[in-house]
C-alpha cells in the first residue's frame, strides 16, 4: 500500500491510496472467505462453494464493495496514525474509488481537519469587562420568594380576581373561528401576573368573577414558538371557576430560622446577598471572557470545515434536549408540537455553533502559541481544595477518582490561566 496526502480545499486533505494486484486479489480473497456462507449454488452445501464458482453465478464483482471497505478499513487508521503531527481529523471520510482493475486499486478519501487557525492579534486590543452588583431589590426578592414559598392559600368568594391571585379556569382558544392545538384546558390553574400565558391573558382575567364567562381578546407574539401562530388573533373563550389568595407569613427572625436556617433576618439578607454576588461574578466572567474571544475572532481567520460546524450544532441540540428531560419533556414531542422537523430545528443553531467552534479554535491555538500548562503541583492543588471541600484528604480522595476527572481539573487550570493571560495583555475597560 502506497499513499499521498494533499490539502484540499474547506479545511480537508485528500489521502489518495494505491493498492497493487496482490493486495486487490487478497482483500477479495478475506471478502471470499468472510461471506461464502451467505451464497447458495446449485451442486454445492452453502458456504462450500468456490470463490469461482460463486463470482461466475453472481457477477465478478460480488465481492468488490467488501473487499474495498476491507483494504481502506486496514490501511486509515495506520495512515491516520502515520500523519498524526500533520494534521488532525475531525470527521468521517468522503471515500471514492478512482481506479478498479485487476493490478490495482486506487481509493481516494477527503478527511476534514483541524483548519489553520490565522489570528492577527490577541494582545494590545481595546475589550469590554463585565461586572455586576447585587442591589438591596435582588435580595429583597429573594426574601419575598421564602415569603411566597411559606404562603399559604386562602379561597376567595367575595370579590373579584386581583393580580397575584391564583385563579382557577376553563379555556378554548380559537383562530378564526378554529381551535389550535394546545390551546383548550380545563381546570387550570393560573397565578395572575406570573406570564405563564401570551400578553395581554393573564390582565383581561383580572376582574372576573367566579362562575363567569368572558372571550379574552389577544394577538400571539411574532416570535411565537409555534409557526403556525405567530402573530395571529386569538379569542380564549375563559371560565373562572375559583379563585386562590396567597396568605403570606409575617417576616421575623422566628420565620426566616425555620424557614432558611438563618438565624434572623439579616443574616438571612446577607446570606442571599453573597450567594447572589458569586452568580454575578459567575456571570460578569463568562460575559467578559465571551468579550474577549469575539475581539480576537474579528481579528481571525479560519476556514472551518462543515463536520466541526455540525458536531457542534448536535452538541446543542442535546443541551437543549437535557434541559426538556429536567421539565419531563421529550425533544420529539417539542418538535412536533412546533410542527418542524428536526433538521429545520437544527437550522437555528448554525450561526452559534459556527461562534462556538471558531471561539475553541482561537482557545487551542493561543493556548499552543503561549505554551500555557496545568502543572502537577497546580493539579495536585486543585485536588487537595476538592478532597477539603468534601471533608476527606487527598491521597482518599484521589483513589476514587476517575481519570477523566484529571484531565478536566487540568483543562480548567489552563483555561483559567489563558483568560488571566488574556486579560492582563489586552486594555480591559469597565462602562460607567
Known sequence: MKYTTKAAEKSTVKITIKFDGEEWKDAQQKAYLKLRGRFAVNGFRKGK?????????????????????????ESYG??????????????????????LEDDGVTMVAVVPVKPEVKISS??????KEYAYNVNDEEINAEVNRVLDRNARKVAVEDRAAVNGDIVNIDFVGTVDGVKFEGGEAEGFDLTLGSGQFIPGFEDQVIGMNIGETKDVNVTFPENYQAEALKGKAAVFAVKLNGIQAKELPELTDEFIKEATGSETVEAYKAKAKERLQKQAD???NDATENSILEAIAANTEAEIPFAMIDREIDSLVQKFEYQLMYQGLKLQDYLDFLKITL????????????????????????????????????????????????????????????????????SDIIITKLFDFLKANNEMYKED
Open 343 to 410: 433538521a429545520d430545528f437544527k437550522k437555528n443553531y448554525e450561526e452559534q455553533a459556527k461562534k462556538n467552534v471558531l471561539h475553541q479554535l482561537i482557545i487551542s491555538q493561543i493556548i499552543k502559541e503561549e505554551n500555557i500548562e496545568a502543572t502537577e503541583e497546580e493539579v495536585n492543588a486543585k485536588v487537595a481544595e476538592q478532597a477539603a471541600s468534601v471533608g476527606k484528604e487527598t491521597e482518599e480522595y484521589k483513589k476514587n477518582m476517575d481519570p477523566r476527572q484529571f484531565d478536566y481539573i487540568s
Open 78 to 99: 495506520t495512515i491516520l496514525e502515520k500523519d498524526a503531527k500533520k494534521y488532525t481529523v475531525v470527521g468521517e471520510p468522503e471515500v471514492s474509488v478512482e481506479k
Open 49 to 73: 462453494a468456490p470463490k469461482n464458482v460463486i463470482e461466475h453465478a453472481y457477477g465478478k464483482g460480488v465481492f468488490y464493495e467488501d473487499a474495498l471497505n476491507l483494504l481502506f478499513s
Open 282 to 284: 459567575k456571570r460578569a
Open 122 to 127: 490577541y494582545k494590545g486590543i481595546k475589550i
